[in-house]
């Protein structure tokens, strides 16, 4: 008779208290996480190639190295009980290292796929997801090819390495296409349809080894010069895309075999029981929309990744509160406590220098619950 256990997948036991979590990236995100573990007994080892970063401050162990150093990254991941990370742009061949050495929560397959634009829409689609129309381009022809068949305006993207609008142009008409295409031309890109959204939503979705999925209700954001300036719960939205919302995210997350905490950002366009839902782009990682939670869900999204990732059981994530996280950018670290109210609770980063659009920190606002989740 054939043993059947021994082709179950491997179950992982919770981690125990007392393990080391090992995070790549030290910013704000790995700072937060780095607390996060501490409230629930756990130590932390940031590896980060910036020396005084945010997350060394809360952290017992830190390593300072590149992310191409194998030796570094062999040593960091021996020293560990799991490795996650806070960013998305992790190297793949620092992410296989790890991943032969220890577990790696997420894994490989989310950052590949979130990485790359083109790959991340061919995912999307392949699991009938809606996102916007668009068209991979390398040269000059493929470029007057897409904008053909995608018209203006439209949004020319780097494939890879984007963030917070760097790496993208908006494509108003046929004269400024080609000064868009000259500024970007060299590496791959997308041309993406300008979608001319209602309003910008996000949720932030975790899940287990053992495919359990608990999501956070969907925000509404609002982004200034292409940074995330507001995220509001709750989203003014109906139920249709309330509920769409979650079940993309389910279905994104289960279709990666997802472990942690994800979030996915969608377009909403129409009104009313016209509303429309479009991914615009996946973060395998905590994100900057999700911050909400810290003060009004019982498990926040930081400390819903980590017991994620150590296998412990998901948290209640129910709203207890209405909620605006308000991002201070640059400057407004050094004014915000002039005028700080009661109900606002900061979250500050510990970084030394506010330079023009670095995140510096952030402040949730907290309203007594209004209008029921649709
Ligand atoms: P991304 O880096 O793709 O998340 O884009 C940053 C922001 O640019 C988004 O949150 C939107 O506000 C805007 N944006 C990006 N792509 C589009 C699009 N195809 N249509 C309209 N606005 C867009």
């Not at 330079?355 to 007594?368: D, E, L, Q, V």
Request: proline share 6%.
């Amino acid at each position: 008779m054939t043993d059947t256990r021994q082709k179950m997948p491997k179950a992982i036991s919770p981690l125990p208290i007392g393990s080391t979590i090992g995070i790549l990236g030290g910013g704000q995100l790995g700072r937060m996480l780095a607390m996060a573990a501490a409230n629930l007994g756990m130590k932390t080892h940031i590896y980060c190639p910036e020396p005084g970063s945010p997350a060394f401050d809360v952290s017992l162990f830190h390593t300072v190295a590149s992310y191409d150093d194998m030796q570094a990254l062999a040593q960091f991941a021996r020293n560990v009980d799991v490795v996650t990370y806070e960013f998305e742009n992790v190297p793949a061949e620092t992410a296989r290292r790890i991943s032969g050495i220890t577990r790696l929560a997420p894994g490989e397959k989310p950052l590949r796929i979130a990485q790359d634009r083109l790959l991340e829409k061919q995912f999307l689609q392949s699991i009938d997801i809606p996102i916007a129309p668009h068209r991979p381009v390398t040269d000059i022809s493929d470029f007057q090819a897409a904008l053909q068949a995608i018209g203006t305006p439209c949004v020319l993207k780097t494939a890879r390495l984007g963030y917070d609008g760097k790496g993208q142009r908006i494509v108003k008409n046929l004269k400024n296409a080609e000064t868009a295409f000259g500024e970007l031309a060299g590496v791959e890109l997308v041309l993406e349809a300008f979608i001319p959204f209602e309003k910008e939503i996000s949720i932030v979705i975790a899940r287990d080894e053992a495919g359990n999925c608990v999501v956070f209700e969907p925000s509404e954001n609002v982004h200034k010069n292409h940074i995330l300036a507001t995220a509001s719960v709750p989203a003014a939205i109906n139920k249709h895309t309330f509920d769409m919302a979650i079940s993309n995210a389910t279905k994104i997350a289960n279709a990666l075999n997802y472990v942690g905490v994800l979030a996915v950002e969608y377009f909403v366009t129409g009104t009313g029981d016209t509303q429309q839902l479009l991914v615009n782009e996946i973060a395998p990682r905590v994100h900057n929309s999700g911050h909400w939670s810290q003060d009004v869900c019982p498990v926040d999204q930081f400390g819903q990744h980590i017991r994620a990732i150590c296998n412990w059981p998901l948290g209640d994530t129910k709203r207890l509160a209405d909620v605006v996280m308000r991002n201070l950018i640059g400057d407004e670290i050094n004014t915000f406590t002039n005028n700080l109210q009661p109900n606002e609770h900061p979250h500050i980063y510990g970084k030394s220098e506010p330079r023009k659009g670095r995140k510096m920190g952030h402040i949730n606002a907290i309203f007594p619950k209004s209008a029921q989740t649709p």
